[in-house]
């Protein structure tokens, strides 16, 4: 049973908006030059990587393509939340060094409005989370168009 035209209309409808993401991300982290250490190059890598995977997904006809994507996009959720806590944390660092007598809401304030984008990681959970969106229900993973 073939799936649905408008819910493939959709499918890539979020296809196109993840593809735009990533390489708006990618772009965006290079500019910034986010390459100092491993934990900069995490996310530079983990976009470069999904895109290849975009790719795959895109001319492949197997479902292998779409498991490997989950994975991917799974890891982009977690990675964004590592991300929060890593941007948060050097904020909080940071905020304390240049006045040690911040404390308690003053200091939670600052930095979350710090040097660091806190809440830039996100951009990983929400892309993560559109790739999952495009799997949801997905055909080829499932070999039926209604399935989980």
Request: hydrophobic share 55%.
């Amino acid at each position: 049973m073939p799936e649905p035209p408008t819910l493939a209309i959709v499918r890539r409808i979020l296809f196109g908006i993840l593809v735009l993401g990533l390489a708006g991300t990618e772009v965006e982290l290079l500019l910034l030059k986010h390459t100092d250490g491993i934990w900069q190059l995490v996310p530079v890598l983990l976009v470069g990587a999904s895109l290849l995977a975009v790719a795959w997904v895109g001319l492949s006809q197997g479902s292998g393509s779409l498991q490997v994507f989950r994975a991917m996009m799974l890891i982009f959720v977690l990675s964004g939340l590592a991300g929060l806590l890593l941007h948060f944390r050097g904020n909080l660092a940071f905020e304390r060094e240049s006045d040690p007598s911040l404390a308690g809401a003053a200091l939670w304030h600052r930095a979350v409005m710090g040097a660091t984008p806190t809440l830039a990681p996100g951009t990983m959970i929400q892309l993560g989370l559109v790739g999952l969106a495009f799997l949801f229900r997905h055909p080829r993973l499932s070999g039926r168009a209604g399935g989980s």
